[in-house]
């Protein structure tokens, strides 16, 4: 069956701290992947996806994120968290043969410490 | 900017009462989704289309309807909200392969 998991419920990092967030997927097709962010009571923001090439993709904010096939994950990374960067990331995963439709992970919530 | 509109942005409704929640997009796309999300949970997607005059169910079952009679309006609708469809609505449209353009959502609250 197809799926998206993100382990992490919730993360606490540091402001200036560098910060990873997990995604995993189980995806029969080959698989494009996107990361989104939501704030509080706001709908989704895109933040970087991946089609295929460069399995080192860079996103708005200062987020970056590396496909690895091999490990079937799909991590967010971002060198120095900024107090503002405390919000909702969700990992998605679509097919080429899905019309579209993504799956969604369940969420990391991302808090930061002053 | 957005190019996808949803109205309203909070809807509070006693029970029994018919709702439409309202979704807009310019961007031309044929695809468009409804997903419902409680505070802090995961997204479920309850319909999609695919085009004008397309609308299909979502993975998780709901009591709303949709209808895509033009290309930029995907209206959902709730012909007696109940308490348990207090929940955060979220609009959503999308090209082949590019992902998804989503709107600000209409979090309803039905007392």
């Known amino acids: 069956a197809q799926s998206v998991t993100q382990p992490d419920i919730h993360i606490t990092v540091s402001e200036g701290a560098s910060l990873e967030l997990r995604c995993n997927y189980s995806?029969?097709?080959?698989?494009?992947l996107f990361w989104y962010v939501q704030s509080p009571g706001q709908g989704l923001q895109l933040l970087l996806k991946?089609?295929?090439?460069?399995?080192l993709v860079q996103g708005i904010k200062g987020f970056e994120a590396e496909f690895k096939r091999s490990q079937s994950s799909f991590n967010l990374r971002k060198p120095s968290v900024h107090w503002s960067d405390a919000a909702e990331y969700f990992c998605?995963?679509?097919?080429?043969?899905?019309?579209?439709?993504?799956?969604f992970g369940q969420g990391t919530e991302l808090s930061v410490k002053p | 900017e957005a190019d996808i509109y949803q109205t309203p942005r909070y809807l509070v409704i006693g029970t029994g009462k018919k709702i439409t929640l309202e979704c807009s997009q310019t961007?031309?796309?044929?695809?468009m989704y409804w997903y419902q999300q409680d505070p802090g949970m995961e997204l479920h997607l309850i319909h999609y289309?695919?085009?004008?005059?397309?609308?299909e169910k979502g993975d998780l079952s709901s009591e709303s309807t949709v209808s895509r009679i033009r290309t930029e309006h995907f209206p959902l609708t709730l012909e007696s909200a109940r308490p348990s469809h207090t929940s955060q609505y979220l609009c959503?449209?999308?090209?082949?392969?590019?992902?998804?353009?989503f709107g600000s959502g209409t979090r309803l609250t039905v007392v």
């Open positions: 959503a449209s999308s090209e082949q392969a590019r992902g998804y353009t």
């Open positions: 995806y029969g097709a080959t698989p494009y």
């Open positions: 991946y089609f295929s090439g460069d399995t």
């Open positions: 998605a995963v679509g097919a080429y043969n899905q019309g579209g439709k993504l799956i």
């Open positions: 961007m031309g796309h044929d695809k």
């Open positions: 289309s695919y085009g004008v005059n397309s609308t």
